[in-house]
């Protein structure tokens, strides 16, 4: 591509909805010494895309930008094939596949520096966009922050979403004993397809008056109260949060937050909130779970580029089975 050529991405200048979002021409960036450049084959949406693109929570906007966005790109998974390599780059060649994750990954081209790995090869483009940010959130809530061992008993809460799928599918790769995943109606077929040995269909029943008690618990719907989730965790247990519903508010992902603070300062139940972080060494492990059959990607729909704001409407609505892809 020749340099300072115009590339297509989609942009927001102010806070919104899908209304807000732009398809622009804007300039290639160049790769890093340390980086590459990437020509995008696919992206797919996260929760964390959505509050991006509203502006919640509202404390965040110091980070973000008061009034307006300061990063307007958006989109952060990505996969696609290695147009340029910086001068330090050793690992990696032009024409290689990969996938991995930047702040403004709904465009054609994106220069990336630590967040970019070799693609999974039995993976699609597609899927292989829907696994960086996702995958990560429910690897390493599982290994890291909840600590999950070798037959223990994992419940996974909005078990259908993008972090609730892989969660219940690395949560069996890491050793569960046993994993029950909370849905609705229309995702228990799929849920119990990914390996989950008990599934609860929240429309009929409610999860948190079974009587049984986990190890484990997962929240990725939120939603519901320190109170409630205490009583599915054993004594020992770990609440680990990684997600909020998308209409939570202004306090957006930050909801629950204050309660689960103050309900493990008291006893001996642990809980964590927490953000991904994209690492090579992480995305590797993804990568090789992928390609082992221990994890795969649930994609619901696609979109073209010239479709990125229906892909939010659909996105905003809550009740996305998997990811939703972009397609290039």
């Known amino acids: 591509m020749a340099r300072g050529a115009a590339l297509r991405a989609a942009v927001h200048t102010r806070y919104g909805g899908p209304d807000t979002i732009e398809l622009r021409e804007v300039e290639t960036p160049e790769p890093a010494d340390d980086g590459v450049l990437v020509r995008i084959r696919a992206a797919s949406l996260n929760r964390a895309d959505w509050y991006a693109l509203v502006g919640v929570p509202v404390a965040a906007r110091a980070v973000m930008g008061l009034r307006r966005p300061k990063e307007t790109g958006l989109g952060t998974d990505f996969a696609g094939v290695v147009e340029a390599v910086g001068k330090d780059v050793t690992d990696l060649k032009p024409g290689d596949e990969v996938y991995g994750g930047r702040t403004g990954a709904l465009a054609e081209y994106v ?92 429309t009929q029943e409610d999860f948190t008056r079974r009587g049984r008690r986990y190890d484990l618990v997962a929240d990725v719907a939120g939603g519901r109260s320190w109170s409630d989730l205490k009583r599915v965790l054993e004594p020992e247990g770990t609440l680990v949060i990684v997600g909020a ?56 729909r696609t979109f073209g580029l010239d479709e990125v704001a229906d892909a939010f409407r659909y996105l905003g609505t809550g009740h996305v089975q998997g990811k939703l892809v972009v397609t290039f």
Do not use: H, M
């Open 245 to 300: 519903p998308l209409g939570s508010g202004l306090l957006g992902p930050l909801r629950g937050i204050g309660g689960l603070w103050l309900g493990t300062r008291f006893g001996s139940r642990s809980g964590a909130f927490f953000i991904a972080k994209l690492t090579k060494p992480d995305l590797a492990a993804l990568r090789e779970l992928a390609e082992a059959g221990k994890v795969k990607p649930v994609v619901e």
């Open 111 to 202: 220069s990336v520096r630590k967040g970019v790995s070799p693609k999974p090869a039995n993976l699609t483009f597609e899927e292989a966009s829907a696994l960086p940010v996702a995958g990560l959130t429910a690897l390493q809530g599982l290994r890291d922050k909840g600590q999950l061992k070798e037959g223990q008993r994992v419940l996974v809460n909005g078990a259908a979403g993008g972090v609730g799928t892989f969660t219940v599918q690395i949560a069996k790769a890491l050793g569960a004993a046993e994993v029950t995943a909370v849905c609705s109606t229309r995702n228990v077929d799929l849920v119990r397809s990914l390996g989950a040995d008990d599934v609860v269909d929240y």
